[in-house]
T-cell receptor, first 117, second 113 residues
């Protein structure tokens, strides 16, 4: 149990479908993140939320739409995806955004393995 | 630009010592993290360095040289369960105190009997 739970674990969707990924953290953290992990590529930061406010949007296509209704929940809404969007989508949380020189480690969920067909 | 380099794969023998290197070039620096990720599982935190030197935690140690843009993770007394991907990540203080982690591609370590 990592304290960060993601559902579903696996998702197969067509290019015209709409689906949502869910993330829930039970750690009392104030910051939450979405990362994309593709084979042979580094983890890519997609979105950052702090106290339910989006503070970072890393040039992500609009077919990915995040939502943070409260500090414990984070969603990633998906629509009209492309096959190249197939990847592992990881959610993470941390106590805060990180102070200079302080270890603010991120806790990751197990991810949603997304396949777009 | 932002760049984190680490070897793609390494192989080592059970009971031995292995060193995984990481070099980085980032616009800012606010700490370096190492994470372990077993196949199909979440990355888990191993270590954090923000000052130069060696941090030891049991069988794992991590070293940082900020002037050289270099870190390594040292694993001693290797066990089969240490077979995993090891991710190096730099926290880039870009435009505010955001916990923006820039990751390398990870080093897949295979421990053999």
């Amino acid at each position: 149990e990592t304290g960060v739970t993601q559902t579903p674990r696996h998702l197969v969707m067509g290019m015209t479908n709409k689906k949502s990924l869910k993330c829930e953290q039970h750690l009392g953290h104030n910051a939450m993140y979405w990362y994309k992990q593709s084979a042979k590529k580094p983890l890519e930061l997609m979105f950052v939320y702090s106290l339910e406010e989006r503070v970072e949007n890393n040039s992500v296509p609009s077919r990915f739409s995040p939502e943070c209704p409260n500090s414990s929940h984070l969603f990633l809404h998906l629509h009209t995806l492309q096959p190249e969007d197939s990847a592992l989508y990881l959610c993470a949380s941390s106590q805060d955004l990180g102070q200079l020189g302080m270890n603010t480690e991120a806790f990751f969920g197990q991810g949603t393995r997304l396949t777009v067909v | 630009g932002q760049n984190i380099d680490q070897p793609t794969e390494m192989t080592a023998t059970e009971g031995a010592i292995v060193q995984i290197n990481c070099t980085y070039q980032t616009s800012g620096f606010n700490g370096l993290f190492w994470y372990q990720q077993h196949a199909g599982e979440a990355p888990t935190f191993l270590s954090y360095n923000v000052l130069d030197g060696l941090e030891e935690k049991g069988r794992f140690s991590s070293f940082l040289s900020r002037s050289k843009g270099y870190s390594y993770l040292l694993l001693k007394e290797l066990q089969m369960k240490d077979s995993a991907s090891y991710l190096c990540a730099v926290r880039d203080e870009g435009g505010g105190a955001t916990n923006k982690l820039i990751f390398g591609t990870g080093t897949l370590l295979a421990v053999q009997p």
